[in-house]
């Protein structure tokens, strides 16, 4: 950040307001003398910072409460942050469904919402679809579209800067599409678009299984498998925002792509039939032989793509999550697989957020971005760089 000077006085204004803002958001209706020994700063400054934030309403005094109002004199004002001053959506935009959640500014989930959608859907009938699910969360939280500070897009595909999805084949219609300049079109606010496994590790450091651990990888089990990696703590994207797209390993030299592998007749699964896949391992655990086998040549490719991700990153944790969060038995042959290679095997656990990862990275994602404008939080974990 540099010295501050003399020089500097809009900066450290900006800086006193952050630390108060942090301290606000974290207590429960501190009073200035609160403030002043939470923050560190002298009492003249933490009324001025408090003051103005009243002002812009981030910071509203709340009344007393019952004790406190009967004891004799005046009561110590007390103050509270005003999560309802702006909200944030998280969406995801799934092969066969788009799910929305609602918060406050301080993330808290106030609302939720999602709508079945299909594999073959083109681009416009998917995003009509998001549409439909953005209006019904706002609508049953009671929130105006014009109170959104920010919204955070999880998406399937190699995503830009710019919301571009470069490669997409998991929808149709995908690569190439503007995701994020059409999106934008329907908000006010920043709209922020991110690869889906991406967000689920994000998602999962903030609320699910990976809470403890900054070097994680996240993996997005399905037809075209996918992960999101944290290092140090920080969403890594690689340079083009490619990192982590295991899905292409059958390229470099294992051929056989997993609608062959889970076949169980010669033809292969849809590559965008994902309740297809559904339907052999529910045949597996009845005992069909074929399932079975299908079943076990999955896992066995999975395994192997993710055992080439934790030697190159060598993470604490791996999480998996997608649809093969449900299979029975992933978690031991991946645990063997990786104590053959990995000196120091990292720990690997099941999803604890389920389908509701991406669209809680998402949230992240725009709660992230809000935090950097109104806390002058550096470092975030999705930070674009």
């Known amino acids: 950040m540099g010295r501050l000077t003399g ?213 997005l089990a399905g037809l075209s498998p996918g992960a999101g990696s944290l290092i140090g703590g920080r969403l890594h994207r690689g340079f083009h925002g490619a990192a982590g797209e295991i899905g292409a390993l059958h390229l470099l030299g294992r051929e056989v792509t997993p609608e062959k592998l889970l076949s169980t007749t010669d033809e292969p699964l849809h590559p965008l039939d994902e309740r297809a896949v559904a339907r052999v391992f529910a045949l597996a655990k009845q005992g069909d032989v074929e399932a079975k086998q299908a079943m076990e040549r999955f896992i066995q490719r999975l395994v192997h793509d993710v055992a080439a991700l934790v030697l190159a990153l060598d993470p604490e944790l791996v999480v998996v999550g997608g649809w093969a969060a449900g299979l029975d038995g992933v978690l031991d042959p991946l645990r063997d697989e990786l104590s053959r290679y990995c000196l120091r095997p990292p720990r690997v656990t099941l999803s604890l957020l389920g389908e509701a990862a991406v669209a809680t990275g998402a949230l992240r994602l725009a709660l992230d971005h809000v935090e950097e404008q109104l806390f002058a939080v550096d470092g975030t974990v999705t930070a674009r760089r």
Do not use: Y
């Open 7 to 219: 020089g500097d006085p809009s900066l450290l204004r900006r800086i006193n307001s952050a630390v108060v803002l942090h301290a606000l958001r974290g207590a429960d209706c501190p009073t200035f003398t609160d403030l002043t020994r939470i923050t560190g700063l002298s009492r003249p400054t933490v009324e001025g910072v408090v003051e103005g934030l009243m002002e812009i309403g981030l910071v509203v005094e709340s009344a007393p409460g019952e004790g406190e109002a009967r004891r004799q004199g005046r009561p110590a004002r007390r103050f509270r942050f005003r999560a309802e001053a702006g909200h944030l959506l998280g969406i995801e935009i799934g092969p066969h469904r788009v799910a929305a959640l609602l918060s406050g500014l301080d993330g808290r989930i106030i609302g939720a919402s999602s709508r079945d959608a299909t594999a073959t859907a083109s681009a416009d009938e998917r995003l009509d679809r998001v549409r439909v699910v953005v209006a019904d969360v706002l609508r049953r939280a009671g929130v105006a579209r014009s109170s959104l500070r920010a919204v955070g897009v999880g998406s399937p595909g190699i995503v830009e800067a710019d919301g571009t999805v470069r490669l997409g084949t998991a929808l149709p219609g995908w690569t190439g599409l503007a995701l994020g300049e059409r999106l934008r079109r329907s908000f006010r606010c920043p709209v922020l678009v991110e690869n889906d496994a991406n967000a689920a590790a994000v998602a999962e450091h903030w609320k699910g299984a990976a809470t403890d651990s900054d070097n994680v990888v996240f993996v």
